[in-house]
């Protein structure tokens, strides 16, 4: 039997769905085509491109305020910018610019639909961020992307998978 909601298949008999947990119907539903997961690899690389895009603004101003040209404003207003694009585009499109570069995008696990601020940046991105404080979560997190559905704890925090 397949989930009507997720397309995840259940054994015959549950009730409710053990991926999403909606409650399942008697008449077995055929999966709803679901698209591809964006490579681990893929993953990591648009990572290692919003990182080096952030380390170059903070670059930027350092070297700026080191050579007191005057310009340390304008190099704070950069290192202001790239969040605020990355906010933005996340929001918007379910990506960043390094996924953007990479044409991958994040969804709602359920719908495959972009689902905007709340999971893509406040859960995804700011939960995490607070939860690195705990030992050893960042690396945990990153390792869980080698389970077959490829979802990092980040992705199961707020529901999201990420998909070429």
Known sequence: MYCSNCGASDIDGSSYCSSCGEPLSGAAAAPRQRRRLAGRGARL???????????????????????????????????????????????????????????????????EQNGGFVPNVLLRAWITFFLGIVP???????????REDRRCIHDMIAGTRVIQ
Not at 62 to 68: G, K, L, Q, R, W
């Open 136 to 146: 050893l979560f960042g690396i945990v997190d990153v390792l869980f992307i080698f």
């Open 45 to 111: 690389v648009t990572k290692i491109i919003d990182v080096i895009l952030f380390g170059v603004a903070v670059a930027v101003i350092v070297i700026s305020f080191a050579i007191d040209d005057g310009l340390g404003g304008l190099s704070l207003l950069t290192l202001l910018a790239i969040p605020i694009v990355q906010v933005v585009l996340l929001s918007k499109y379910g990506q960043t610019i390094g996924k953007k570069a990479l044409d991958i995008r994040i969804v709602q696990a359920s719908t």
